[in-house]
């Protein structure tokens, strides 16, 4: 006997309402902070979890599985075998290895990309047709080698890239201005890590372009005190790492908000890695680079045209060749 006595004439499920399902690979600290947030925000109809620790990955599982009845309805699962991402919409890959100490930068890279080609091939052969959205550092680098093994085309494979020091950036903007983080917009672009490229002269607080407006009030600005910001945003996940050993809660919001604007068809502008050659004048190579990217259903939907001061373009090309000199290096 059915727990639910049947309505006989009650419509079936809306056919138009697309079912959606995110897998996210790597069941660590940013997989699981990525995942609790698409949990609490309601981003999906299934999530599944993968990783290589057969425990720990069934713990993580259990544990989110029984906030049921707090949550939105999602279906968890978790497995060590590929086969339960398939027909995934999003897979985002968070897994890596950790660096050994006094390993070199481009021996951890090698050992990711070794990683990579275990994990890339069976993500694309259960899902098809996904987007790929890759979290692990070096991200750049990663991004270009997961694009690279998955034979996808560029719109299908995005890197979290800048997105996330952009929200250092927007939040250290407004605490010095005093206004909402949210009326900040505010752009990072360039390679995730020290060769970054803050664009201070596209920077609008309301709608109110801020360099300009504090030239026409001849309110003097330091040059330093610019510096001194993103200077705070490139070390603020070095400060984050030596106080709580890794940072989590930052990312796992920045990447949901990346997957909103993908399933949700949100058509937002972020800064994110995109296969770059041909914007911005980055013509040599094939580079993966954060620039602002309108992200929909169709994964990478366009780049926007922000306008770059000279020094600007400068430092982004100098970003483009510091990722390309690492990529030179990797056999794939
Ligand atoms: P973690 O806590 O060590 O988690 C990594 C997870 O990957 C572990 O659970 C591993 O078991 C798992 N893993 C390893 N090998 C495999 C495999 N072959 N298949 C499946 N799973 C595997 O690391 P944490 O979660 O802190 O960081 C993960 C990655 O995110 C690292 O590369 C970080 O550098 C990177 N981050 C990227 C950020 C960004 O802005 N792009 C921000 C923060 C961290």
Request: charged residues 20%.
């Amino acid at each position: 006997q059915a727990f639910f006595k049947s309505i006989m004439n009650a419509e079936p499920s809306s056919p138009t309402k697309r079912h959606t399902k995110i897998s996210v690979v790597g069941a660590g600290n940013v997989g699981m902070a990525i995942a609790q947030t698409i949990l609490t925000q309601d981003l999906t109809d299934e999530l599944v979890l993968v990783d290589a620790i057969p425990d720990k990955l069934r713990g993580e599982m259990l544990d989110l599985q029984h906030a049921a009845a707090f949550l939105p309805r999602t279906r968890i699962q978790a497995s060590t075998d590929y086969s339960v991402t398939v027909g995934s919409d999003l897979c985002i890959v968070t897994a890596g290895a950790r660096q050994i100490h006094g390993e070199s930068r481009l021996n951890l890279l090698q050992r990711n990309v070794s990683l990579f080609k275990k994990i890339i091939p069976p993500l694309v052969r259960y899902s098809p047709d996904t987007i790929l959205l890759i979290v692990s550092n070096p991200v750049d680098v990663l991004t270009y080698v997961a694009w690279k093994l998955s034979g996808f085309p560029s719109n299908r494979v995005i890197g979290s890239g800048t997105n996330l020091d952009s929200s250092r950036f927007r939040f250290l903007i407004a605490d010095h201005l005093d206004v909402n983080a949210q009326d900040v917009q505010a752009f990072i672009v360039g390679e995730h890590g020290d060769s970054s490229v803050a664009l201070w002269s596209s920077i609008s607080v309301g709608g109110v372009p801020v360099l300009s407006f504090l030239e026409k009030q001849q309110i003097t600005y330091e040059k330093e005190m610019l510096e001194a910001i993103h200077k705070e945003v490139t070390e603020s996940a070095y400060e984050v790492i030596r106080l709580k050993g890794y940072t989590s809660w930052a990312i796992g919001y920045s990447v949901a908000n990346l997957a909103r604007s993908i399933l949700r068809d949100q058509r937002r502008v972020h800064p994110v890695s995109v296969l770059a050659k041909g914007f911005y004048d980055i013509q040599d190579g094939e580079v993966f680079l954060s620039l602002p990217a309108q992200l929909g259903r169709g994964g990478v939907l366009g780049v926007t045209n922000v306008h770059l001061t000279q020094e600007e373009k400068h430092r982004l090309m100098d970003s483009a060749t510091t990722i390309l000199q690492v990529q030179n290096h990797l056999s794939i």
